[in-house]
């Protein structure tokens, strides 16, 4: 079971690594493709599992730009 998640964004990847309370994690780097990819795959499986994530899986809204 996951304890501990950190992350960082460096050079357009994302560094991640996800540990338990004992014993060893795990590190992954996901560049855009995969990680594009990934998303993909998990929207699937939660749509055939019937687990109701639309709200939380989709995309964020584009950033609003505020000019004084």
Known sequence: MAY??????????LH??????????IN????????????QLLR????KAEWLLDGLLAPPPPPTRVIN
């Not at 501990?4 to 990847?13: E, F, G, P, S, V």
């Not at 992954?28 to 998303?39: C, H, V, W």
């Not at 699937?44 to 749509?47: D, I, L, P, R």
């Open 4 to 13: 501990r998640l950190t992350y960082n964004i460096k050079d357009d990847q």
């Open 16 to 25: 991640m690594s996800i540990q338990p309370k004992t014993g060893q994690g």
């Open 28 to 39: 992954l780097t996901l560049t855009r493709d995969i990680n594009a990819s990934l998303t």
């Open 44 to 47: 699937g499986w939660a749509s």
